[in-house]
């Protein structure tokens, strides 16, 4: 008999103290680097720890090494989110500096790749907290039996994610995207729909869990569930609530180029209900039904949804009873501090 969708959720919810503990190892490192460089390391974990928390569904995944998948979510992701920081927050503008930065990215998924100075074109560095966040995600990949099988798949979505992040901090950043997508999209979708979908982290913890199996999964199946419906939901949600924080610090925001209101949310309910269609038809779909609606929920219970009047729309996405009751019990877990 298959795991149901609540044996996941509860598996998640349990797990969530040892997310905490494992962050708990980055922050003492963090609190070491010198300034700004400590700063925005702590900061981002104080304030992105939830991506975390989210992403460690996919230790949960049939066969995986939850432990093992636990701390290589959590330094990946940590990875991420600090040099989300160091893109956006240091007033520093140059692309090249952001691309050297970001190849700690791709040695982080690439075990053996040696190590490199990855502040050698930015105006700071440090020599412990970067370096030991990728000779951590190397040491773990490489423990993980079928990983050279997943690591093509992780490799292209890690790309489009590195492009991403060095266009949208840069100068004319907006033009920079549209040419991008114009160039690398086969698609129907907006450029600033293909763009957030290249944001996600998602489909890249799911190839990691998939490397634990024996068994051969369809690569492009999972590819087209991911890239661009799950991931696209998961950023587009990210950016929605985020609204007015990066209206105020003047950050680009993917979801203010509809022209509508009305075009904004049919767009997030398109990627709502194929984002769930496409995980009915993956393996484990009790799995993946549980990651379409925890991201509706985990998002949709945000306090920034009220304070926004974003309520109806997160209604909307939800539009079942079962994840009408998950963003229920969200709230009731984000009042507990939980999450």
Request: net charge negative; hydrophobic share 40%; glycine share 4%.
């Amino acid at each position: 008999m298959k795991p149901s969708s609540l044996f996941y959720l509860y598996r998640f919810l349990a797990s969530i103290p040892t997310v905490r503990k494992e962050l708990r190892v980055w922050v003492n490192l963090a609190a070491q680097l010198p300034d700004p460089l400590r700063t925005q390391a702590l900061s981002s974990i104080e304030h992105k720890a939830f991506h975390c928390i989210g992403g460690s569904i996919y230790a949960h995944y049939p066969d995986a090494d939850t432990q093992a998948m636990i701390r290589l979510i959590v330094a990946f992701q940590t990875i991420s989110d600090y040099l989300d920081n160091l893109c956006d927050r240091l007033h520093v503008t140059d692309p090249d500096a952001f691309r050297l930065l970001h190849t700690s990215i791709t040695h982080a998924l690439t075990p053996g790749a040696p190590l490199h100075d990855y502040y050698a074109l930015y105006p700071h560095g440090e020599e412990i907290y970067l370096s030991g966040l990728v000779a951590t995600c190397q040491d773990l990949l490489r423990r993980i039996p079928y990983y050279p099988r997943s690591q093509p798949y992780v490799l292209r979505l890690a790309e489009r994610y590195c492009e991403l992040q060095v266009l949208k901090h840069v100068e004319g950043g907006e033009h920079l995207l549209r040419e991008w997508v114009e160039r690398s999209a086969d698609s129907t979708l907006a450029w600033n729909e293909w763009s957030a979908a290249c944001g996600s982290t998602l489909g890249i913890f799911f190839f990691f869990a998939l490397a634990y199996a024996a068994s051969t999964p369809d690569g492009e199946q999972i590819m087209q569930a991911y890239f661009p419906w799950i991931q696209g939901l998961h950023i587009l949600l990210d950016y929605l609530i985020d609204l007015t924080e990066d209206a105020d610090n003047g950050d680009l925001n993917f979801i203010t180029y509809y022209p509508t209101v009305k075009a904004r949310e049919c767009s997030l309910c398109t990627f709502a209900r194929e984002s769930k269609r496409h995980a009915n038809r993956l393996p484990e779909s009790a799995f993946h039904s549980i990651v379409v609606d925890g991201l509706i929920a985990l998002y949709g219970s945000d306090p920034k949804v009220a304070q926004q009047g974003q309520q109806n729309i997160v209604r909307r996405m939800a539009c079942d009873r079962s994840n009408l009751l998950l963003l229920d019990l969200c709230r009731g877990l984000r009042d507990l501090n939980v999450i």
